[in-house]
């Protein structure tokens, strides 16, 4: 792929690239990822991985940086997150098209991938104002009880190719917020937009002469993951990626009692009832299918539609998915790249087979197609399959554009539908009853970490707490009140007086 090399000399990347950041860049050496893009098979870089030396002087130097940066207040640590911001906001453009080259994103969902560290570096400016603690009244006379919140340590976040920035930023920028150094392992299939991202990061840090808050380690397979999940010197991992992985990382950090955050994914459903709006309904799920080639977390995977508008809503889809254009990313009108590897087309491919095996009935798309100038890219045409709730695929989150259709007759029904899964992140349904919308949201409603009422299952703003419950690992990140994860929570008692009464009137005289 011809690189744009005014994009790679502005965000100062070159063509073999360090991947290991402690303040200082490390001298590219040893074994090196070859950056290939998925829009068609490509080489565009190099980067280098850490070997376990480095990854002992990252964590040194973290524990050390944190105990600077934790004294500096949070107010004052708020500001260069949001210088931050304004310097990804500058960088925007060039940051999308890195993210574009190496993940496959078309320009409008690379660039928002951006908008949205942008976003979260705001919200870490307000909230670094906002680091509240309860006071609490004291039962005993002359005393007062407060919370508060203190600085954890330095955390690690492992994030995925799909979000390879901001799903970094939800954690790391509210961390740094916090008090907290962070520790990044990318996922080796996004490592170059890692690298590009600490570039430009790094120049706010250096010319604010401040203590170095993000490192970064690009590591070989899952070894990394397992330095961090076996170091005590962590106290909390976040962790993106797949269910199996995510258990892995939570029994080891387990093993030591330390913290997880944990978001493995989705399975969501999208109810259509026959009490919606149609079009609106039409839309939020075609985005929800289609958006990021179907790779992401919050994928609309399944439509459970009422019987009466089912023939129509299926024809419907049929014939929006036939107007949308898949193909190289940066063509005008492209609203599909490609998968991310050969890999995630073979697993689409299979579950295609597996469902029909099961009963499924394709009705759309379903087989790799090639795209001219980018024969050695990974597409597929997205397919549509008429399932049945109990076929076991339906239940089972593959990371690629496979929408399975489900017909319900009532209300209850779709909702077990909807809940039968073991996935629960995120989660929609499309109707104007308010009886339907109030039983979606009720308390034998959707069991999701994210419920939806008339838009999509995909496309989270970053002010909400995001995370999902059951196999997604109930972690929550980003908004609300999220922040708290990355912070150690300390009530204090004071006593004031001049005697020293007991709680629970504990007589203890001596
Ligand atoms: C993910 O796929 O891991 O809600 C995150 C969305 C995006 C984030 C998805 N804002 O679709």
Known sequence: MKMDMNVFHDLGLEEVNSGVYDGEWARPSGKMIDVKSPIDGSYIARVSMATESDYERIISRAVEEFKKWRMIPAPKRGIIIKEIGDELRKEKKNLGKIVTMEVGKTASEGEGEIQEMIDVSDLALGLSRQLYGLTIASERPYHRMYEQWIPLGPVAVISSFNFPASVWSWNAFIAAVDGDVVIWKPSSKAALTAVAVMRVIERV?????????????????????????????????????????????????????????????GNNGAIVSDKSDINIALRGVVFGALATAGQRCTTTRRVIVQENIYDDFLERLKNAYSTIK?????????????????????????????????????????????????????????????????????????????????????????????????????????????????????????????????????????????????????????????????????????????????????????
């Open 326 to 510: 898949v193909g190289d990313p940066r063509d005008k009108g492209v609203l599909v790249g490609p998968l991310i590897d050969e890999d995630a087309v073979k697993n689409y491919e299979r579950a295609i087979e597996t469902a029909i095996k099961q009963g499924g009935k394709l009705v759309f798309g379903g087989r790799r197609i090639k795209i001219s100038g980018c024969e050695n890219g990974h597409y597929v045409m997205p397919a549509i399959i008429e399932a049945k709730p109990d076929m076991a695929i339906v239940s089972e989150e593959t990371f690629a554009p496979i929408l399975y259709v489900m017909k319900y007759k009532n209300i209850e029904e779709a909702i077990e539908i909807h809940n039968s899964v073991p996935q629960g992140l995120s989660s929609s349904i499309f109707t104007n009853d308010l009886r339907e919308e109030e039983a979606f949201l009720s308390a034998y409603g959707s069991d999701c970490g994210l419920a939806n009422v008339n838009t999509s299952t995909a496309g989270a703003e970053i002010g909400g707490a995001f995370g999902g419950e059951k196999d997604t690992g109930g972690g929550r990140e980003s908004g609300s009140d999220a922040w708290k994860y990355y912070m150690r929570r300390q009530t204090v008692t004071k006593n004031w007086g001049k005697t020293l009464p007991l709680a629970q009137d504990v007589v203890f005289d001596f």
């Open 205 to 265: 840090l250096k010319r604010n002469n401040a203590p170095n808050i993000f490192f970064l380690m690009v590591s070989p397979g899952h070894d990394g993951g397992e330095w961090i999940a076996n170091d005590k010197r962590i106290p909390l991992v976040s962790f993106t990626g797949s269910v199996a992985v995510g258990k892995k990382i939570s029994e080891n950090v387990a093993k030591r009692l330390g913290k997880t955050i944990l978001e493995l994914g």
